[in-house]
Structures are given as C-alpha cells and as structure tokens.
C-alpha cells in the first residue's frame, strides 16, 4: 500500500476540499505542537488536525472519518491530567478551542447555552452580573472548556455542595461517531426514558463529541465567608474535615494542603499561608446570611478543638481572593520545587484520609521519591502529586510505581480510580482492579451502542491486552496488538 493510499491520506484530501486550507494541519511541525494534553509524559503526534470552527465543521470530519474507518479526537484546551485528549498516531484530532460563543443566557430559567470552547470562568463571569454563575469550578478554570469538562465530568473545590459537572448539564447537541448530529437530554425537568445524556457526559470522547452545551446556572449566594485554618500535620487538619462533615455542615468548600505542598505555593505566589504549618484547610461557606453566620461560627470551632493554632477569617473579596490563591496554584506551583512530577486523581472515603496519606508517605519513601498533598478533603477526592526528576536513573519509574500504588491504595480503602480527572489513556491498565470483567463487557456494550467500530477516542477508558513480557510504562503509540489488528477494539 503507497501512501497515498492510505485512509488517512483519502481523509486529508477529502477535508481539504470542503475545509479552508488553514483549519487542515498535516505539516509535521505544526502537528507536533498537539501531541499530549496535561499529561505530558504521554505524547503521540496526530496524523491530521482540524480546527473545527462550528458543528458542521465537527460533523463533516467525523462523518469522513467514519467513511475510511479513520479514528478521531476532539480536544478542548487541552488541560486534562488523563491523557483523555492523547491523539491518535493514525487519526485526526478535533481541535475545538476556536469554537467559544456564548449563544443564549436565560436567568429566568436559569441556564445558558454554550459552544464547546467556551472557557469555564466566561460562563460565569457572563452570567454574575445578573445573579448567576456555573458552579463546578475545576482548578483549572481560567483556561480548561467546557467540552472537556462535560467530556471528563469534572468537578472542583465547590463540587462538594454543589455536585460535578454532570449535575449542571441539561442537553447537549452531540456530532455522533457515524457524523450523524442529534441532541441529548431536554430542559423539562423529568423527561421520560433512559437517560441518555447522563451515559454521555463523563464518558470521555468514547460516544461522540458535544458541539453544544445547555447548562444549568447557579443563583450567586446571599453571603460567602472564607476562612484559613493552620495545623501541625494533615491527622489533625483531617479530623477536623471529619468533624465539620459530622456535625451536618456541608461547606460551599473544604480543601487540604500539606506541607510540601504549602511549600511549593509559597514558592510560587507568595500566599502567606500560618508559618510552620504541617497542613492547611481553605474553608468556605455560602449561603442565607444568617445560616452562614451560625456554620461559620461552628466549623472555626470544629477546627480549633482539632488542633489548628491559626485561623484567619477574609474580611473582604480581596483577602478571599488570597487565601484561594495559594490553593488555585498549588500544582503549577510544584514545578518550583520539583523539576519533574506526576498529579495522581483518586477518591476515599473521607474517614480515611488520616491513613491512607500516612500510607502514601510511606509509599514514597520506599520508592525514593515525595509526594506533595493538595486536594478536595471535603468529598476525599485526593490529587497527590509524586515528585520526581527525570534526570536521575530510575525515578521516572519509581514515581509511576508510586503513582499506581496509590491508586491501589485508594481502591484497598473502597474508593476510585479516579474522582474528576477521567481515565483516559494513564489510567486504563486500572480498571480491571476495580471493575469486573462483566462489568467492563457491560460499560463496552454501552459504548458499542454508539461506536460500534470503535474510532471515537480509541485506546481510552478501557484496558488493551498486553503482550507477554510487557512491563506498564510509557506508550508513545497505538498499543502493538492492536497495530497489528490483533487485538478487539471495541
């Protein structure tokens, strides 16, 4: 077979007829620029990238794709952890960050009807002004869209009242893996039958792409309070998530930060976070004012009967503002203190956070490496990072090894693999330790529903059979079975 021959050659050249020349990137240098997401360890150069600039565009690439049997992904900013945007080395990638209108806002109904490339904060920083905001607040909110966050069903610090993104998601116009168009969910607030949408959001590119996003918007609270508290080590800072939840409270927010953590944060943006502190709690309750007043007062004095010997209330917008700022830039901020690291995702139940963090520590140590804590203590949904540097012989390994053993730690303490991050390409090899092999066939038939071929964000979410002798690791590539067409894609 020549060249020209190839699939992907006829997709190109099809493309190219009906797309502006400069939304068709097949030079290899430009291609380059888009081989990995945040997870930037795993790196695949696409074969083609299109920049999709509206659902026709979306829909002639899929519907071209699936004419030659030529796998596709659709990627947003491009900021998940997962590898959930990894291109595929023979297929197109979707580009779609240039597709960022903001077509309606009702704050009568309270929603808004979004492209796939708006970024998260736009939505609410359209919406504030008129009382509303789009509560799930990933991180990275200031540049991550909102086609990734219905893609991974991400979540946030402010998830813990409010719910992850699939609780903020009424319909949404999906380009289907045969190029068919249709639209998922509805507005009504109980439409019979299976619910469709709620398979579709969180299921990573695998059942097609969203081109349009209805969202439900959040009335802005009467009264927010902020507050830091300080603590000698993460038991004590635990024990008072545990006692806060325990007393019926469920802040807007509470998140942890360990010393290396800390550490890093103060490295990176100054935040002035108590001297000497093991951990910090970032805690945040909204609400009726008075309700507010009553919780404020009652999660301070959960925190100080566990052991905090600092707590600073923010007395405006302006000192909130810096308390989150040491938090929001925790993960970037880890680049100051190592040159190399991995951001872990998994969930425990919240009880356990005291053990399983002692745990990690040890876990670490045994493998020569450190593990930096900053996570959503509130819901146990943990982002350890394991620091390491690629320069030294062996860490590279030792950290992913870290890495998994901390996954199964989560799962040996009845949690996930994942809390909002997604699986993605890192995560698969997992999930036969938490899913059985009928549950997997069941998830496939799901997906098979959709994607019977199996070209909408291959190599993601489910495990591929590993050759003998093959160790877990790096790949850079399709999976050797499957290149060989040895292996079932479903």
């Known amino acids: 077979m020549t060249h020209t021959d190839a699939p992907i050659a006829a997709v190109t050249a099809q493309l190219r007829s009906v797309l502006a020349s400069d939304r068709v990137i097949d030079d290899p240098t430009q291609l380059a620029t888009y081989d990995c997401d945040g997870l ?68 009568r109904d309270q929603r808004a009807v979004v492209d796939p490339g708006v970024i998260n ?3 609410s920083a359209r919406t504030r002004p008129e009382g509303y905001y789009f509560a799930p607040d990933p991180s990275s ?11 991974e069903n991400s979540g946030g610090a402010h998830c813990l009242k409010y719910g992850f993104t699939t609780t903020h998601v009424l319909a949404a116009d999906v380009v289907l893996p045969d190029g068919e168009r249709t639209q998922l969910g509805t507005v009504a607030p109980d439409a019979p039958g299976y619910d469709v949408l709620g398979a579709f959001v969180g299921s990573e590119g695998t059942l097609g792409i969203a081109t349009q996003v209805t969202v439900r918007l959040t009335r802005t609270p009467a009264a927010v309070e902020t507050f830091l508290a300080g603590f000698s080590d993460t038991d004590s ?95 970037a901020a880890v680049g100051r203190i190592s040159p190399d690291y991995i951001v872990q995702d998994g969930v425990i139940p919240r009880t356990a956070l005291p053990e399983v963090l002692r745990s990690m520590t040890a876990l670490a140590k045994e493998r020569g490496v450190r593990v930096a804590n900053v996570f959503h203590a509130g819901d146990g949904n943990l982002h350890p990072l394991v620091l390491f540097d690629e320069r030294v012989p ?35 090899k997992h999930m036969p330790k938490m899913f059985s092999a009928q549950d997997l066939d069941t998830m496939q038939r ?7 071929t199996g070209i909408s964000n291959p190599g993601k979410v489910f495990p591929t059979p590993r050759l003998c002798g093959e160790v877990p690791g790096k790949r850079s590539a399709a999976h050797p079975v499957q290149a060989a067409g040895l292996g079932e894609v479903f």
Not at 141 to 151: L, M, P
């Open 394 to 428: 062996g860490q590279a390994d030792a950290a992913e090894e870290t890495s998994g053993a901390i996954l199964d730690l989560c799962l040996a303490h009845g949690g996930s693999i994942t809390g909002e991050h997604g699986v993605g390409a890192d995560k698969a």
């Open 141 to 151: 909110q200031q540049v991550c869209s909102i086609g990734g966050n219905v893609a």
């Open 237 to 331: 800072a635990g024990a008072a998530v545990s006692a806060i939840i325990g007393a019926g409270i469920v802040p807007a927010a509470i998140e942890m930060m360990d010393a290396l953590a800390i550490e890093a944060a103060e490295a990176a943006v100054a935040c002035n976070y108590p001297a000497g502190a093991g951990a910090v709690l970032v805690v945040e309750l909204d609400g009726p004012s008075h309700e507010v007043a009553v919780e404020l007062a009652a999660a301070e004095q959960h925190c100080r009967d566990a052991g905090a010997f600092e707590i600073r209330i923010a007395a405006d917008d302006e000192e909130r503002q810096s308390i989150w700022r040491g938090r929001k830039s925790a993960f």
């Open 40 to 107: 930037l360890h795993y790196r695949v150069t696409p074969a083609l990238v299109v920049l999709a600039r509206d659902a026709r565009d979306v829909q002639l690439t899929v519907r071209t794709c699936a004419e030659h049997g030529v796998p596709f992904v659709a990627r947003g900013s491009g900021t998940g952890l997962s590898g959930g945007a990894l291109p595929h080395a023979d297929g197109v990638l979707i580009v779609m960050s240039g597709f960022r209108e903001i077509t309606s806002v009702s704050a």
């Open 121 to 123: 904060l736009n939505v």
């Open 446 to 452: 799901v997906r098979c529903a959709f994607d019977p």
